[in-house]
């Protein structure tokens, strides 16, 4: 494994989040991309594209997103992986619209704790019975979204049933069809409002990131999750719990996917179970555009961060590209990103920044890993 | 796993032919309700086999295949392209033909070169490089016909689907072609030990002369390729190439199939029979499910259940 | 309960693994305060009995006392925090985390709930010095060699104010000034009334620092003894299960030297750089010879070693094979060209642990064996039948995966791997490292024989005596460059450790104060 | 209406240089949707749902063919199946100063929020295919009308033609629509409530086909299996009936006779079939709306005033008219 241009670089360890969550050799790399892009669309797309009005919606919309990555970079980090989060956050949305009934606090605390139970048992699959993070969160991803197909019947037909006392009205409340409206008489849909003109769910990412940032960097459980990414078996021998770890980050990873859905049914109004198809490659490609790689033992939580914003200017960008006379289908945009992802990705691998030191010395098993094949730029 | 496989096949036909119960049917009947279930089973299966051992493959170098959906996609959209187009006209309808079944495969497989050497040479991740790919691609293929679904009927095409050669769908022989030229592939070439070689200690395996960006590569080629032939084919049998949804969450079938099938996605493990086998559960325990009735969203939560418990049985006896 | 200074009573365990026995009513007593030493020959089951005792593995037999108290440790960490603490054979630390996280995980200082770094980096710099190690703690271990990681594995056992450090091989990496320093720690360690159980296959280190030695074979204990009412060939003996005198020989098993006769040059090494650490390599490598590379940790030998297979590129200099230039850039092709390279990473570099010992073995010999890529069975149980009996490798079938065997037994396999390719040069790096006397013997054996039958080898040692007895020549390596050619009549252990330590000041190779530096990368 | 909404911006007295939110407060309460100015060409939003298949494809390119046709500028994005990703795609066509937007929505229900972001930004609405909640957004105050079909009424026609051509008796398999959309739940209540007065129809498997031939060929496949007296299929679109011609024709069955098949969409492949005798019938759903839409625009900057919803006039094709339409269908 070579070793990550980060930890090359840096002098002292600890001595601020700087090197541990915050600016790595990798999301230096992303962040000038990304300022890149961004004024590129400036110069070419003018204020329509730069003001206010555009970034703030832009990064509520991709606010959704930004929760997702920061829960799946933790699991990332473990070597895992989580393809459940679209699945969870979408019953997560539905949950949350039913729960909205009873006002922000309540709905938020409920959903986020049942995503995360959900995440736990990803996390129990993966930590306690062993089966693979891909097929583990791959059973969740179907279950749960077949739950959230479920969820209007549960609430409408199920639990009515199973409680006769309970008044009809009680259950039934906006749940149509296949869908399940907000109650818009309580303040569930604050969470989506503004708090001195910035909205909410802004605030919420940059609170969200500085906790990661720091967990990630200064505590005992992020420098755990790291070690056990780092190598396993050691990280069990040395007498870390890594069960516990493990099953730790896949909860976290549930709780963030579970803060997407109730961001998501505050936004719509109306949860649908069809909502947040293909987003958890979206999240999972925000953190590798990040720079962390998925074979795990490291990764930054704030170059995730700069992941998720680079991936939603690219979008933002495709909507303004269809704006002059000249426009892209929804077709090309497909191959634009595709693309573009390639590039980013083309920029951060080794292939571009390897400095050719073999890695001999480390005790990683070789296999997925990019980073330990001195060979291929060998000649 | 043969047990559980077989159980719910018996279960299967029984409850799926209650028709047939119903009437106190003859053994004739059963027969024939058993080969026609099974006749359907396995063209439907045969995709998604033909596609999980080339994810097998994959999986078993310790990669991963997101892209074959997409590859799929794109190959199907060519075919049409062909026997549609000025060739046919030019050159005759056999020489457009046999293009439209090679060329598309080609392309294919070039999709998975593309995916390899991006995993070699420039050591992308392969859940990254196929990522690419798999957003990519299906722009590829529908920006071919921007977007347009192209109908067509070309029975001498569409044999890969709808002939019946002694009575069983030519997508079964190939099914069963490219599983045994896998399993021999595993286990009677270097080839094969090569790729597990890789897939356990890809170091070691450098080490020890084992071409390892070569193998890893012609694995994503294989790949690729086997996801064309299944793409044509499900061009062939629905008569008109879908770029929006052919192939649509393949991988994720090929790679449930492959888990379930005993092959661990760490790499160093190739079973083929295996992969067989898992995709023919999951088919037949989705065909039990809709022929029964079960609601969609509820199969989904059955259907993650039994993966669930398969893969676990599968993780207890390699434990 | 036997004695009051009795810590640790394992009494009758047993392990069975799906087709072998690996412990069968097997014992170890071990005093407070004492070295205690356990020998055994490869797969005699010392790192299962460790195994067991830290609850890495559950016995299924036996009861362990410690402490007085029966114990039944559930995970390592369980154990860890009773009292016992563990260096594991295959080096286990995280190498993308830094030096002095590796050192302490799991204990991070911590200041309102955050991990202090000043303080951890502080205390990890302190721990290490104590075994001798000046190092920049806040790098990734990866960046440092084995030896250093085996060091930093070593400062992290005896920081948890155990009453037992259990260190299964600790010194198979280790150079001698490294194990001086490590004897330090233990007799250190000694002196505070912790006990030690030390699992090694160099003999002279446990009648060096053990009091008493427990002896394996086959998954029993044998005996235990003191230490100094035995002889090593009694020891040797015992453990091997052999007459005395059978065992009765010089230092190692090499052929002496003389007795061979060195043909045309197969390799000429000229002036070789590469951006690793190599800067400035000349050697030659004739047919029939033994070449020995010596050199201090981190002189660059294994980094010459792998230029020379293709591993790592090149950036100046030259590399001929008979006089051919080698421009391969690939070990494929020095494998095609008549090269062997065996590892000294056995775990990362050489096994796959997944696969069966047969495939293991023919693995570069694939392209022999098969023709149109078709494998030959034939030829494939052949060798490995061959193989399987001329280096007694001990395995329950060709067909078990070779994670199951036992560190001595994988390295046959490994050697196997190349000896069956017959090739004209072949390189060995540490080739008995962790290997039993036994076995070490044969291997030496092997070696020899190869050189008489024509095949030049390229042997990469720590261990002087091989050096000494074993090579035709020896280069010696410092800093990168080759420095020194020693023939046949210089060779001496004296010659040896002047040009390996010589210039740079640092140290020199009898001053262990100053020498311990000798690892500051 | 006084129009020009757009330019007079002085508002509110922040230093913020941001046009649409500023000038907000004028519309967001207003009585009416905001007011579209008189103007040779406009910049009008087109926001897609999704583009994967056929009715799609032809409903984006009628929109598009029309915009260029008239000359105006099309922005025009595709939300790809996601209400999220919508909404966001309507906040940045308001940020790119669209003088009207076209929203095909998601879902009935989700996008109504979006309309009120469009109408507090003084951009008027104009729905087609589906419409959006009225509790939250109402037609004529917070967006101009919504122009569409009726799914319910597509099943409830299918259903009919369905029981005339069976003389009131079948064995039904009905292939659903994708889950949870709203053309698959309304063509389901259309068609099972219509059914409902024949006792001798009788639906006995529903299962979704996802809107796709694949699918619905698979699916048609298993329940033909399970179900081998069934006599008619009822699909909720064009496509699926294609994949259940298959899947008889796999079955040895001749689709048309051995089972009837009825569907919605009227695609060119539907009347093809009806013409080759296969497919029974297929109520039509007309994706071309762009004429219809654009001409919506001009009359309401001339001030016209519109019902809360335009119907499309769906039109009915079965083996009497199908030849005559297959030259004008998609
Ligand atoms: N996980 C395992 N599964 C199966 N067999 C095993 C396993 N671990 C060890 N064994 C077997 O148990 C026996 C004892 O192995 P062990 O590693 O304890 O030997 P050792 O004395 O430490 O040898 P060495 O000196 O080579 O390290 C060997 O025959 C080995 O093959
Ligand atoms: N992966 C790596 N990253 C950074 N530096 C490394 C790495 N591997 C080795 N080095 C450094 O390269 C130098 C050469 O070490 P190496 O172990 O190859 O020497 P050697 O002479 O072969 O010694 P030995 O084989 O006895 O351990 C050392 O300074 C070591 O710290
Ligand atoms: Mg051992
Ligand atoms: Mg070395």
């Keep these: 494994m070579t070793a990550p241009a980060k930890e090359q670089q840096a002098k002292r360890p600890g001595r601020d989040l700087l090197r541990y969550g915050l600016l790595g050799g990798q999301s230096r790399l992303v962040f000038l991309i990304l300022i890149g892009v961004f004024a590129l669309g400036s110069i070419v797309f003018g204020s329509t594209f730069y003001g ?9 919309y991709n606010s959704m997103f930004a929760f997702m990555a920061l829960g799946v970079t933790f699991v990332i980090i473990t070597g895992g992986i989580d393809l459940s989060i679209s699945s969870v956050a979408v019953l997560s949305s539905m949950l949350a619209a039913w729960f909205s009934r009873f006002g922000l606090l309540p709905a938020l605390f409920l959903t986020v704790l049942i995503a995360t139970l959900i995440g736990l048992f990803n996390g129990w699959m993966v930590g306690k019975l062993g089966i693979q993070p891909f097929i583990a969160t791959l059973i969740t991803f179907m279950a749960a979204r077949g739950l959230a197909l479920i969820a209007p019947k549960i609430f409408a037909i199920y639990l009515p049933a199973l409680f006769p006392n309970v008044p009809i009205e009680f259950w039934n409340a906006n749940v149509a069809d296949y869908s399940i409206g907000i109650d818009r008489t309580k303040n569930f849909q604050s969470i989506t409002g503004e708090i001195w003109g910035i909205p909410i769910p802004i605030i919420m990412i940059v609170v969200a990131y500085a906790i990661g940032a720091i967990v990630l960097g200064y505590s005992r459980f992020g420098r755990h999750t790291l070690a056990v990414g780092g190598n396993e078996e050691a990280s069990r021998l040395m007498g870390l719990p890594v069960v516990r770890i493990k099953m730790a980050v896949y909860a976290i990873s549930g709780g963030m996917a579970g803060l997407a859905g109730v961001i998501l049914a505050s936004r719509s109004g109306t949860a649908l179970p069809t909502e947040a198809v293909g987003w958890e490659l979206q999240a999972i490609s925000a953190v590798v555009v990040g720079g962390t790689l998925l074979t795990g033992g490291q990764g930054s939580v704030v170059a995730t961060l700069f992941g998720v914003l680079l991936l939603g200017l690219v979008f933002n960008i495709l909507n303004f590209i269809n704006a002059g006379g000249f426009s892209l289908t929804v077709y090309w945009q497909s191959v634009v990103r595709g693309v573009f992802l390639f590039l980013v990705v083309l920029l951060q691998s080794p292939w571009s920044t390897h400095r050719n030191r073999p890695s001999r010395n480390s005790q990683r098993p070789g296999s997925v890993s990019h980073g330990n094949s001195p060979n291929a730029s060998g000649s | 796993m043969l047990v559980v496989f077989n159980i719910i096949r018996i279960h299967n036909l029984i409850s799926n032919t209650p028709t047939f119960i119903e009437r106190g049917t003859v053994n004739v009947e059963y027969a024939r309700a058993l080969q026609q279930a099974l006749s359907v089973n396995l063209t439907q299966v045969a995709t998604i086999v033909i596609v999980g051992v080339g994810m097998t493959l994959v999986v078993a170098t310790g990669g991963i295949d997101l892209s074959v959906g997409a ?147 012609l694995v994503y080629v294989i790949s690729g390729a086997l996801a064309g032939i299944a793409g044509l084919i499900v061009v062939a049998i629905n008569a008109a190439s879908d770029a929006n949804l052919n192939g649509m969450n393949m991988e994720l ?3 449930a199939a492959t888990a379930v099938g005993g092959t661990p996605l760490t790499g160093g493990h190739a079973n083929i029979v295996g992969t067989l086998l898992g995709a023919l559960l999951i088919q037949l325990v989705r065909y039990s499910l809709i022929s029964i009735g079960v609601p969609y969203e509820f199969a989904l939560v059955v259907n993650a259940f039994i993966i669930l418990l398969a893969v676990y049985f599968q993780r207890q006896r390699a434990a | 309960m036997d004695s009051p200074d009795v810590l640790l009573q394992m009494r009758d365990i047993c392990k069975i693994f799906p087709g072998n026995v690996a412990l069968d009513n097997a014992s170890l007593e071990v005093r407070r305060g004492e070295v205690h030493a356990l020998v055994g020959q490869n797969g005699a089951g010392k790192s299962t009995m460790i195994k067991i005792l830290t609850g890495a593995y559950q016995r299924d037999g036996g009861s362990i006392l410690f402490d007085g108290r029966a114990v039944a440790f559930r995970s390592p960490a369980d154990a860890q925090h009773n009292g016992i603490s563990t260096i594991y054979q295959e080096i286990n630390l995280v190498p993308l985390r830094s030096v002095a996280e590796n050192i302490m995980l799991g204990k991070e200082p911590t200041r309102l709930g955050m991990i202090d770094w000043r303080k951890m980096n502080a205390t990890a710099g302190e721990l290490l010095r104590h075994v001798g190690i000046e190092v920049d703690v806040t790098r990734p271990l990866a960046e440092f060699n084995i030896a250093i990681q085996q060091m930093v594995a070593i400062a992290r056992a005896v920081s948890f104010k155990s009453q037992l450090v259990v260190m299964d091989e600790p010194t198979s990496s280790l150079d001698d000034q490294e194990v001086e320093t490590l004897f330090d720690t233990i007799r250190r360690l000694k ?45 040797v003996s015992r453990m091997l299960g052999r007459e005395i005198g059978e065992v009765q020989r010089g230092a190692t098993s090499f052929t002496r030297a003389g007795e061979r006769t060195a043909g045309e040059t197969i390799l000429e090494v000229e002036g070789v750089e590469s951006d690793t650490i190599l800067r400035n390599v000349s050697l030659d490598v004739r047919q029939g010879e033994i070449i020995g590379l010596a050199g201090l940790l981190g002189a660059g030998r294994t980094e010459t070693a792998r230029a020379i297979f293709g591993a790592d590129p090149i950036t100046a200099g030259e590399i001929r094979l008979k006089g051919k230039l080698l421009r391969m850039g690939s070990p494929a092709n020095a494998i095609k060209a008549g090269i062997g390279y065996c590892s000294e990473d056995r775990k990362a570099e050489g096994i796959v642990p997944e696969l069966s010992v047969a495939d293991n073995m023919v693995l570069a010999a694939l392209p022999h064996i098969s023709r149109n890529g078709l494998v030959s069975a034939e030829k494939r149980r052949q060798i490995v039948e061959e193989f399987v009996r001329v280096l ?71 261990e002087i005596e091989e050096l000494t007895e074993g090579s035709d020549r020896v280069f010696v390596m410092r800093d990168g460059a080759s420095v020194a050619e020693l023939t046949e009549g210089e060779i001496s252990q004296g010659a040896i450790m002047t040009a390996m330590a010589a210039e740079a000041g640092s140290h020199s190779a009898e001053g262990e104060g100053a020498g311990a530096q000798g690892a500051v990368v | 209406a006084p129009t020009a909404a757009p330019t007079q911006q002085q508002g509110s007295g922040e230093t913020q240089a941001q046009a649409q939110p500023a000038a907000a407060g004028n519309c967001k309460d207003s009585p009416t949707p905001p ?38 500028e099309l922005v025009y994005t595709d939300a790809g199946g996601s209400e999220a990703k919508q909404i966001a795609d309507i906040e940045s066509m308001i940020a790119q100063k669209v003088d009207l937007i076209f929203m095909a929505p998601r879902s009935e229900k989700p996008l109504a929020e979006a309309a009120l972001k469009a109408k507090a930004a ?46 009131n008796k079948a064995i039904i398999i009905e292939l659903e629509g994708t889950v949870g959309s709203s053309p698959a739940i309304d063509r389901k209540k259309g068609f099972d409530e219509a059914i409902k007065k024949y006792p001798d129809m009788k639906i006995v498997a529903s299962q979704t086909g996802d809107f796709a031939r694949d699918k619905g060929r698979q699916v048609a496949e298993t329940l033909l299996q399970a179900h081998p007296d069934a006599t008619a299929i009822y699909a909720h679109n064009d496509e699926m009936a294609m994949g259940a011609i298959a899947a008889l024709e796999a079955a040895g069955k001749v689709p048309g006779k051995d089972v009837i098949i009825v569907s ?49 006039p769906d039109r009915f094709f079965d083996s009497t008219n199908a030849a005559a339409y297959l030259p004008e269908a998609y």
């Design chain 4, 35 to 72: 007011p579209l100015a008189k103007k040779d060409t406009y910049k009008v939003g087109f926001s897609q749902v999704e583009t994967n298949n056929p009715w799609r494809i032809a409903q984006t390119e009628s929109m598009k063919a029309e915009a260029a046709k008239r000359g105006w």
């Design chain 4, 264 to 312: 919605i969409d009227g695609t060119k492949d539907a009347a093809q079939a009806i013409i080759d005798g296969k497919l029974g019938a297929t109520v039509e759903c007309n994706p071309k709306f762009g004429p219809k839409a654009f001409d919506t625009a001009i009359a309401y900057a001339n001030g016209e005033t519109f019902p809360a919803k335009i119907v499309n």
């Design chain 3, 392 to 462: 007694g490798i001990k395995t329950s079938s060709p067909d078990q995966p070779i994670r199951e065997l036992s560190g001595g037994n994988q390295q046959k396999v490994l050697l196997a791997r190349w000896l069956c390719l017959h090739p004209e040069l072949l390189i060995l790096d540490e080739p008995t490292r962790g290997i039993d006397v036994g076995a070490k013997g044969e291997i030496q054996k092997i070696v020899s024989q190869l050189a008489e039958n024509g095949v030049g080898v390229l042997m990469i040692t720590s």
């Design chain 3, 191 to 235: 002196a505070n009334g912790v006990a030690v159980i030390f699992i090694s296959h160099r003999l002279d280190e446990l009648f060096a620092i053990c009091d008493r030695v427990t002896i394996m074979r086959d998954g029993k204990t044998i005996e235990t003894r003191d230490v100094k009412n035995i002889r090593k060939l009694e020891l």
């Design chain 2, 71 to 217: 590859v799929m996609a794109i190959a199907g959209q060519i075919a049409p392209l062909i026997f549609l187009g000025p060739i046919a006209d030019r050159f005759g309808m056999g020489v457009a033909n046999f293009l439209a079944l090679t060329v598309p495969i080609a392309v294919a497989a070039g999709f998975g070169l593309m995916n390899g050497l991006m995993v070699t040479k420039l050591r992308f991740q392969p859940i990254i490089a196929t990522l690419v790919v798999f957003i990519g691609g299906r722009g590829i293929a529908q920006v071919l016909t921007n977007g347009y679904l192209q109908p067509f009927k070309n029975p001498s095409f569409q044999y890969i689907a709808l002939g019946r050669p002694l009575g069983i769908p030519t997508q079964v022989y190939i099914m069963f072609a490219v599983v045994l030229l896998a399993l021999f592939l595993v286990r009677r070439t270097a080839f094969g030990r090569y790729v597990l070689a890789i897939g356990g200690n890809e170091r070691a395996a450098r080490l020890a002369g084992v071409p390892v960006g070569r193998v890893k590569t």
């Design chain 4, 122 to 167: 003084c951009i008027p609405v104009i729905m087609l295919d589906r419409d959006v909640d009225h509790s939250i957004a109402a037609p004529g105050k917070d967006y101009v009308t919504m122009i569409g079909s009726d799914f319910v009424k597509e099943g409830e026609m299918a259903a009919e033609w369905l029981a005339k051509a069976t003389n």
């Design chain 1, 52 to 60: 206010a009005y555009n970034l703030k919606t832009m990064l509520v």
């Design chain 2, 253 to 255: 079938d090929a790679i």
